[in-house]
């Protein structure tokens, strides 16, 4: 039978991404972003291969999370597989010079509306007995690096709930992983520098991860069989050894 796929973050980078790899692989798809303009073209380019739905909320507001979600039309309300992706980092600034707004936004996006989104689709999968949920992490949820403070504690926290979904959802059946990239080429790093030119720096003298191949291995988790649970996994592009060391050309 065909899936539904429900993906947050879908209007760029790895949300875009995976959104074109499972159309692909023939799974039906419930796009989530703020942008309604790029949800729209991004409906029109993979109608002709799977349904498509879009949702246009931001996910720190959890009222309109949870009318989007329960509002979803008949067609689109099962999810079978859902992919926490929305999220970016806001600033890098040693903690004594943080700003207030951008830690706001990391905790409020990448962890509370991580946990809202959560907490609309858990209980249909809880029911049917069946449903995978991929949270995407980052490597800086597993290693804090200078200057990343808060944006490193959202993504542990995001493996952190993970692993209490994994253990608090184990009895229904329903798998839970993380998947953790480091570098990988996106709109990331506009986000976080707000624009500035030193985000055009990031991902030059070395070749990064790109959304293609973070949609890949995604896709791999959940095209495993019924028995297989991808739980947490950590990629890094060959030039990236941790979260300070990237070897980089001259
Ligand atoms: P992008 O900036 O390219 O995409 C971020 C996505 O998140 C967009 O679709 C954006 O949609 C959505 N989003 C951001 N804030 C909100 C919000 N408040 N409400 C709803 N949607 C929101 O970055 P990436 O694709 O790189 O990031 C995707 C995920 O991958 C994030 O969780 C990020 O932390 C993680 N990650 C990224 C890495 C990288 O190096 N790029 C490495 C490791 C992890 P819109 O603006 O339309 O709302
Ligand atoms: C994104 C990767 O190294 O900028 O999560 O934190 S990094």
Redesign the pocket.
């Known amino acids: 039978m065909t899936k539904t796929a429900f993906i947050?973050?879908?209007?760029?980078?790895?949300?875009?991404s995976t959104a074109q790899t499972f159309a692909n692989h023939n799974i039906n798809l419930v796009l989530?972003?703020?942008?309604q303009d790029?949800l729209d073209s991004l409906k029109e380019k993979l109608s002709d291969k799977v349904k498509v739905h879009t949702l246009t909320?931001?996910?720190?507001d959890k009222v309109a999370v949870k009318n989007a979600i329960t509002g979803l039309p008949e067609e689109f309300n099962t999810i079978d597989i859902l992919i926490n992706?929305?999220?970016?980092?806001h600033g890098l600034d040693p903690i004594e010079t943080g700003d207030l707004t951008d830690w706001d936004?990391m905790i409020?996006?990448?962890v509370k509306?991580l946990l809202y989104v959560s907490e609309a689709i858990i209980p249909q999968m809880t029911k049917r007995k069946s449903g995978q949920i991929i949270n995407?992490?980052?490597?800086?949820g597993k290693e804090v690096y200078p200057k990343g403070n808060v944006y490193c504690g959202s993504?542990h926290a995001v493996l952190a709930i993970t692993e209490g979904m994994r253990i608090d959802l184990n009895p229904y059946g329903i798998k839970v992983g993380a998947v953790?990239?480091?570098?990988?080429?996106?709109?990331?790093?506009?986000?976080r520098f707000k624009g500035e030119a030193k985000a055009d720096h990031v991902y030059t003298g070395y070749k990064?991860?790109q959304?293609e191949d973070i949609a890949d291995i995604i896709y791999f988790a959940v095209s495993r069989p019924p028995h297989v649970n991808l739980a947490d996994i950590l990629v890094f592009c060959t030039a990236q050894a941790n979260s300070t060391i990237v070897k980089k050309e001259q």
């Not at 989530?32 to 942008?35: A, L, S």
């Not at 909320?57 to 720190?60: G, I, P």
């Open positions: 947050t973050g879908a209007t760029s980078g790895i949300g875009r989530c972003g703020r942008r790029r909320f931001d996910v720190r992706n929305a999220g970016n980092a936004a409020d996006i990448n509306g995407i992490g980052s490597s800086a993504k953790n990239p480091g570098l990988v080429e996106t709109e990331f790093s506009k986000v990064a991860l959304p």
